[in-house]
Each structure stands twice: as C-alpha cells, then as structure tokens.
C-alpha cells in the first residue's frame, strides 16, 4: 500500500517493491505526482488517490498566489510598506503584514512595547531576586510573529553563507541556538519597524544596530 507523511507533503511513496522518492519542499512535489501517474507498477486506487491530492494541492496553490498578488498589488501602492523592504529580513508580504495588522503606531510607547505586543518579548521568570528570561509570550498576531521570525532566520542563514555576520548577531550566535538567535532578531526587525512607521523615515543601514536603542 502507498504510504504518505503523516507531517509533510509525501518526499517517498513504496507499493511492494516499487519505491519513488523526492526531495524535500514544494518544488518537487509537481514531478514527484507526475511520476506516480506514470508509474505502472503502483496500484491504481494509489495513483487514483496521489491524482486527487495532487488536483487538491493545485487548487490550494493557486489560492494562496492569487492572494500573494492581491498583498504585492496593495504593497506596490503603499508609500509605507515600501519604505519596511528596506529593512534586511522584511520582504514585501511582511512589510504589508506589518503595515495591515499594527493598529495606529503611535499608540505605542515605544519599539520594546511593540515587539512585546507582537510577542516577541521573553517572559520574566523571577525566583530569589533573579530575573530569568523564558520563551516568548506569543502574544499578537500569529502570522505577523511568524512572518518577522522566518524573515530573521533567512538574514542568518544568508549572512552566515556569506561570512558577513555583524558583530551583535556573531556574539549571540555564540549565546543561542539559531533559533533563538532569530527571534531576537525577529524583535529587533520589529522594532526598527515600529521606529519607520512612526517617523516616516527610511531604513539606514549605518544606523541600524542604533535603531533599536533609540526606538525603546
């Protein structure tokens, strides 16, 4: 019997002694269907039922592009959105998330307040005058936390390919899981953003270890 991923999409169908096996992502998952079709040897209700997930799965794409357009087309006309692009880590579906989702900016204290009210900010776990902190509070908008935090992990992984680390992200890679290391980034890309948003002003690259100093 074909066998399927209870977690992912499938990278490996086995029927008997026939076994198809894809790479990971959705790149591959367009031949990997196509090669089940075209494989004779599989049962046909598998192929059958990998046809109907496969049909489900475009549909599905097609979906989520034609909402990715409508977030591009909105992005492209807002003055604002453009201007958080700069910030390395927010690309054009993150900055309309940024700019959609925050309620008027300037009801925030400051950048820290913001990055907590997205839920970016550890918890305090104080015991015996110490002040340990914990996990993120998860607090706001999930797909906003979400967005900032892949956004952070990519800058990472690129900078760590390129050997272009800052100094700031070279000594708390050293501290922190990578993981780790990107939600505080994740909190730091959201407090400059908060800083652009409320001054109207353009991201800086010389100034962009500064900004989240000033905008606590």
Known sequence: MARIGARRWPNAISSGESRLIAAKGKAHLDPLFERIQADQSL?????ELFAAL???????QTQIDEVDAKLLAWHRADEC?????????VGPIGAALLKMKTPEPGLFRSGRQFAAWIG?????HSTAGKVRLGVITRAGDEGLRAALVVGATSVIQ????????SPWLTELLKRKSPKLAAVALANKIARIAWKLMVTGENYAVKSASAAPARAA
């Open 158 to 165: 690129h900078a760590r390919r390129g050997g272009k680390l």
């Open 120 to 124: 970016l900010t550890p918890k305090d």
């Open 81 to 89: 959105s453009q201007r958080l692009t700069k910030i390395p880590g």
């Open 43 to 47: 049962p046909s209700l598998a192929r």
């Open 54 to 60: 496969a049909k489900e799965y475009a549909q599905l």
